[in-house]
């Protein structure tokens, strides 16, 4: 994606070659913007453990 898109920049304050930055009033598609926000999100979650995801989801 930073190939094709400028405003998705190197991951600022995170490890650069596996996180991005994306300028928040650039000229991303929303469709890609979406789908990057939406597999972070799952790799986060992911991180967390069992009982932390269950407490996120209101699943207590």
């Not at 190939?3 to 190197?10: L, N, T, V």
């Not at 300028?23 to 790799?43: F, M, R, T, W």
Request: glycine share 6%.
């Amino acid at each position: 994606w930073r190939k094709q898109y400028e405003d998705i920049i190197p991951g600022y304050y995170m490890n650069k070659q596996h996180w991005n930055s994306v300028k928040a009033d650039g000229e991303v598609p929303d469709d890609i913007l979406k789908d990057l926000l939406d597999k972070a999100y799952q790799i986060v979650f992911g991180s967390f453990s069992k009982k932390k995801q269950k407490e996120i989801l209101g699943d207590e």
